[in-house]
């Protein structure tokens, strides 16, 4: 982010970059010669991943479960929604896995590594640690509170209509992050085989989107297997293929003077860490790390499991799948860095901006054709992998916590149903034209991340785990000055300066071709804003509970109705309940 935020701006007067503010301009960049071989392969691996998608539901819906599974879920929606919190060990492992291993992590590792360096790749151990702070902190007690989702927590405390408020970054987190992945998908086809990004950007959501409509949590899970399979087998596959191409300097050295120049005082390879960006690179580490967690993608998950065993195990075993699907995409950074580009059917230098691109090129230009449709499928699966979850997961919180929770709150399990298939749709669409229309998605991505860590995450805590310690005027005023103070601590993705300059701040320039430089923070603001918004609830918590104790008659101004609210969040479901319901 650090480094993306500071090149989004125009470059059409540079040479280097004039071929990439064309394709940014319009669509003045000639499209590669469609390649039909390639595109019959890709038309074969989504029927194979559609066909699994619909077979799915059916495979883990026979009959010897079905009575088990409706033991777990109150309705036909919650079971869409959660596969019947009948997700064993095996399946869980690998969606779970899948949902955060898409094409943004793995083209987005090997861009960061040629860019900035290994010390820079924060993403893949920082998204481990993650997952596996997320199974100790959050899988035990919310799967057994037999939650929906990530929301019910804080819509019992804080009520329907202000718990709903958390919807808002939670949603754009989970359509923008869809639409980064599907237009890095986009670009990936075009390089490769030569298909418009914006027909391959339909075909690929639709796909998506039609076997999740069909079956749910079921079909994302079990075409997830596939999926995962696919990414890891399609890249390792690769990687030997790349290493033995003639312009690649083997073996591989991480220094790579010979294409950055004799004089480069440290390895490209691993990085540069300056003293004045220590604060930036923790900032980015304590987010990737806190706010990897609120995500509806991962709980949906953890909450559909078999039992608290389950959940817990499979988000152990994804933090170290999540790492090691991450070595093959930083073995292909370093390989781009040890090739010389020039001597390849490519014929020119790769310039800063073509290193988001370096999966599909490396595939393309180092690889046999077969090989490169392997690895193509790889990236495919990828990208319908993330983008299946993140659409589910969303569309899920809006039918639930939003559409049945406050608007509707007499909803039968028929209207709830359709209502869910209706959202997944829209939601579908909206990532889709974000991703064809918007050119900065990834960086939009990025502010909602910030988002979801200042604003979510503590809240999240504190019910969970702190329920008797915040309370409604608690969370009004710490989600309020939290999102005050991050909006006023400037976004250059956004392209505006800061208000408020924190320490270190690198005052707003132009650089020498006369374009602004927005000014950025090196300050850990993020982190800062994040802590205070933990204090503010809990001191305006104290107090108002203090004030209401202690002043009784001061309870007719209670006009959020704070202190009828629960202090326990939800006291756990029993199932043996539902099935005398059931039965009766």
């Known amino acids: 982010h650090y480094y993306i935020t500071n090149n989004l701006r125009r470059r059409s007067d540079r040479p280097q970059e004039k071929r990439l503010a064309m394709a940014e301009d319009g669509d003045e960049l000639p499209q590669p010669k469609l390649?039909?071989?390639?595109?019959?392969?890709?038309?074969?691996?989504?029927?194979?991943?559609?066909?699994?998608?619909?077979?799915?539901?059916?495979?883990?819906?026979?009959?010897?479960?079905?009575?088990?599974?409706?033991?777990?879920?109150?309705?036909?929606?919650?079971?869409?929604?959660?596969?019947?919190?009948?997700?064993?060990?095996?399946?869980?492992?690998?969606?779970m896995t899948a949902t955060w291993v898409g094409g943004g992590y793995i083209n987005g590792t090997t861009e960061s590594v040629i860019k900035n360096g290994l010390v820079w790749t924060q993403a893949p151990i920082g998204y481990s640690i993650s997952l596996f702070l997320?199974?100790?902190?959050?899988?035990?007690?919310?799967?057994?509170?037999?939650?929906?989702?990530?929301?019910?927590?804080?819509?019992?405390?804080?009520?329907?209509?202000?718990?709903?408020?958390?919807?808002?970054?939670?949603?754009?987190?989970?359509?923008?992050?869809?639409?980064?992945?599907?237009?890095?998908?986009?670009?990936?086809?075009?390089?490769?085989?030569?298909?418009?990004?914006?027909?391959?950007?339909?075909?690929?959501?639709?796909?998506?989107?039609?076997?999740?409509?069909?079956?749910?949590?079921?079909?994302?899970?079990?075409?997830?297997?596939?999926?995962?399979i696919c990414i890891f087998v399609g890249l390792i596959f690769s990687i030997p293929w790349m290493t033995g191409h003639d312009a690649v300097t083997v073996p591989l050295q991480a220094s790579n003077v010979s294409m950055f120049g004799p004089d480069q005082p440290y390895s490209k390879f691993y990085g540069k860490l300056e003293k004045n960006d220590v604060g930036v690179w923790i900032d980015y580490a304590i987010m990737l790390i806190f706010g990897g967690i609120p995500w509806q993608a991962y709980f949906q998950r953890v909450l559909s499991a078999r039992s608290v065993s389950v959940a817990k195990t499979l988000s152990f075993c994804a933090a170290f799948g999540c790492f090691c699907a991450a070595i093959p995409s930083i073995v292909i950074g370093l390989i781009t860095m040890n090739t010389d580009w020039p001597n390849t059917e490519y014929a020119q230098k790769l310039v800063k901006?073509?290193?988001?691109?370096?999966?599909?090129?490396?595939?393309?230009?180092?690889?046999?054709?077969?090989?490169?449709?392997?690895?193509?499928?790889?990236?495919?699966?990828?990208?319908?992998?993330?983008?299946?979850?993140?659409?589910?997961g969303v569309s899920t919180m809006f039918t639930r916590n939003v559409f049945v929770n406050v608007f509707y709150q007499k909803a039968s399990d028929r209207v709830t149903v359709w209502f869910l298939r209706a959202t997944i749709l829209v939601n579908t669409i909206i990532a889709m034209l974000i991703a064809i229309f918007v050119k900065t998605v990834y960086g939009l991505y990025l502010i909602c991340s910030d988002l979801v860590f200042i604003l979510l995450f503590p809240h999240l805590v504190l019910v969970v785990h702190f329920p008797h310690r915040t309370n409604k005027y608690g969370m009004v005023l710490g989600f309020s000055i939290a999102l005050l103070l991050r909006v006023l601590s400037g976004e250059p993705v956004l392209k505006y300066n800061a208000i408020i300059k924190w320490a270190g701040y690198v005052e707003p320039s132009t650089d020498s071709y006369g374009e602004p430089v927005y000014g950025r923070q090196r300050f850990p603001f993020r982190n800062l804003i994040m802590a205070l918004n933990f204090i503010i609830t809990l001191s305006t918590t104290w107090v108002t509970q203090q004030l209401f104790k202690r002043y009784p008659h001061l309870l007719k101004y209670d006009f959020l109705d704070a202190q009828s609210m629960p202090v326990s969040p939800m006291t756990p479901v029993q199932p043996e309940i539902r099935q005398k319901e059931t039965s009766s």
């Open 353 to 392: 901006d073509d290193y988001k691109l370096a999966v599909p090129l490396t595939l393309l230009y180092l690889t046999p054709p077969a090989v490169a449709f392997i690895g193509l499928g790889a990236v495919s699966a990828a990208v319908m992998s993330s983008t299946d979850s993140s659409i589910l």
């Open 35 to 95: 390649n039909v071989s390639g595109l019959i392969g890709l038309i074969v691996f989504y029927l194979i991943i559609f066909a699994a998608g619909i077979l799915s539901h059916k495979v883990l819906k026979r009959k010897s479960r079905k009575q088990k599974q409706k033991e777990q879920v109150e309705s036909n929606a919650e079971d869409m929604m959660l596969a019947g919190r009948d997700i064993n060990y095996f399946v869980g492992i690998f969606t």
């Open 134 to 228: 997320g199974g100790i902190l959050f899988a035990e007690k919310m799967r057994t509170m037999s939650f929906v989702t990530m929301l019910d927590p804080l819509q019992i405390k804080y009520g329907k209509p202000l718990g709903a408020l958390f919807y808002i970054p939670a949603f754009s987190g989970e359509i923008l992050w869809s639409a980064s992945i599907l237009a890095a998908l986009g670009t990936s086809l075009r390089v490769i085989c030569g298909i418009n990004d914006t027909a391959s950007i339909i075909v690929s959501a639709a796909i998506a989107m039609t076997y999740t409509l069909f079956g749910g949590l079921y079909s994302v899970a079990f075409t997830d297997i596939i999926q995962l």
